[in-house]
């Protein structure tokens, strides 16, 4: 859908179009629903994020239509065209969904899974296909473009599915207008929702609240842990307790430094920095069974 959208969007720049066409992701995980918007205008375009009531919504699986996350009939209206590419017919999905707005069938290809990765082209071209604003070689065009890096033999098959599904479009061309521009005087305010501050003590996170650390021994959480020899240890304290990420170095009255073994959790970031190298790695289990503390003179 990410590539989808800048091919349509590449695809009005070449017309002649003000153009803006940006992804939105939601859970970063294989399978997750992802979105993509783009509008284009012979105006400039001064609105930015999402799309609340879009002329045209494409949905590329239609296994996503009742799930209530993916949010595919958001914002449509009687005038809103739904094309979804299915197996179905157009008015099952019609009435199924109970729409008043129109309701297009981009017919999906046999179950061949090598196909799914031509569908973002399809679905463009399909776009393309029902505007009447975007001519076949703006199309062949834009693909070249956006798909350059991926080989010739790619970049024409991506072309062949695409204008294939602008063909199929035909009947309905036209049947996206373009919407009326929106008013100051009618602009519905966001539903924002305020939440009543509280003090720090009551509401914030532990982390800014002082005095919490000391209540989780990290320690406990170590498989090797640093050992100081002091014989070799230059003082210059500075540099293995700046780099300790949980402040668990340091100095004692002659300024050497000392680990915190409560709070050390063995990251051993003070055993690369020591430039000295008079801290060494060991492994937990043995300096806990022989009762060390850790240091060595």
Known sequence: MKVAS???????????FNVQDAPRYGAERRGAPIFAYVRASHESIHERGIIEDPDLVIVADDSLVPIPAAGILSGL??????????REDA?????????????????????????????????????????????RNA?????????????????????????????????????VGEGAPHAARTYKRPDWIDLPSEETRI???????????VQVKTGLWRSERPVIDTAGCNRCWWICGSFCPDG????????YPRVDYDF?????????????????????HEDRSAGTRGERT
């Open 139 to 175: 199309m062949e065009e834009a693909i070249g473009s956006e798909l350059a890096g991926m080989g010739s033999e790619t970049v024409a098959k991506n072309v062949e599915m695409a204008l294939a599904a602008y063909d199929l479009m035909k009947p309905y061309e036209g049947s």
């Open 77 to 86: 209206t009687g005038r809103t065209v739904l094309l979804i590419n299915t």
């Open 264 to 284: 050390c959790k063995g990251c051993l970031i003070c055993v690369a920095q020591c430039p000295s190298h008079a801290i060494e790695a060991r492994p937990e």
């Open 248 to 255: 668990a170095i340091s100095l004692d009255e002659k300024g």
């Open 203 to 213: 509401s914030a996170p532990d982390i800014w609240q002082p005095l919490t650390s």
């Open 6 to 16: 800048r091919i349509l969007g590449t695809a009005f720049y070449i017309e002649g």
């Open 91 to 135: 008015k099952v999905w019609k009435e199924r969904l109970n729409l008043q707005g129109p309701v297009v069938a981009l017919p999906a290809e046999a179950d061949d899974y090598a196909e799914l990765r031509f569908i973002g082209a399809r679905c463009a071209g399909a776009a393309a296909g029902l505007l009447d604003a975007i001519g």
